[in-house]
């Protein structure tokens, strides 16, 4: 039987997305400022689900993120892009880890798992810190103040949390969910990549992306239907 995505629970985004991939930290650096912009901090939740690019295509490469933070920081500045800064060594080319984090914190409750999820992705793209080690992600959690540590930390180290990972990824190897990120609406509205297309000039890794359309409009227009 081909799973299905969970239902989408009224005033909710359901967010499918990457911690490594640059096209979900501009969607969600869009939704947490036009959400605050628009007033609906109380009325809409983001709800994070797991599209494992590694899953997929093996490890992170380096060349790959930093390739693509070169492209899209040049239209999202605001949402804070660097290259990898840190020794190569220490790099994440997995966040699994980091990614039950996230679902662990859904046990604490929507807000703990929205702030872990953007704090994660701005330790990686702003700060260069391996969010793939246990002692990084329980750092970062701790830095946020909407995290218990100790309660994190127990699951992660249960590892209970992996089943929704992998529940996630048999989801995302369907029609249902193109790529990272998707959104979905209570009403049914399913949207990927919303507000920006792209090229690639030259091969993935060793080019760069071209962003040909980029409309940061369509997120507001996504946060008020699930106002709705």
């Given amino acids: 039987m081909t799973p299905a995505p969970p239902p989408v629970a009224a005033g909710t985004i359901q967010l499918w997305t990457d911690l490594l991939c640059p096209f979900s930290h501009v969607t969600v650096h869009r939704l947490w400022e036009a959400r605050a912009r628009l007033g609906l901090g109380d ?6 689900h797991t599209f494992a690019l590694e899953l997929f295509n093996g490890p992170h490469p ?47 409750g929507p807000v703990a798992a929205e702030v872990l999820d953007r704090a994660l992705r701005r330790a990686f793209w702003l700060e260069s810190r391996s969010i793939a080690h246990r002692q ?17 930390a127990a699951a992660i180290d249960s590892g209970r949390h992996r089943r929704d990972v992998m529940d996630d990824h048999a989801v995302a190897q369907t029609d249902a969910i193109p790529g990272s990120p998707t959104l979905r609406l209570p ?30 409009g369509v ?3 996504l946060l008020r239907r699930a106002a709705a």
């Avoid at 009325?43 to 994070?48: E, G």
């Avoid at 699994?96 to 662990?104: D, G, I, R, T, W």
């Avoid at 049914?188 to 992306?209: D, F, K, L, Q, R």
Wanted: glycine share 8%; no cysteine.
């Fill in 43 to 48: 009325r809409v939740r983001l709800d994070h």
């Fill in 62 to 108: 380096r060349r790959g993120t930093d390739t693509e933070a070169v492209g899209l920081g040049q239209v999202a500045p605001d949402a804070g892009f660097r290259v990898w800064t840190a020794p190569d060594d220490v790099y994440p080319h997995t966040v699994l880890l980091a990614a039950e984090a996230v679902h662990a914190a859904k046990g604490q």
């Fill in 136 to 152: 990084v992600i329980l750092d970062v959690a701790a830095a946020t103040a909407a995290v218990d540590v100790p309660a994190l």
């Fill in 187 to 216: 009403d049914g509205t399913s949207v990927t990549n919303p507000g920006i297309s792209v090229h690639w000039e030259g091969p993935w890794a060793e080019g760069y992306p071209v962003v040909d359309h980029d409309d940061p």
């Fill in 219 to 221: 997120v507001d227009d």
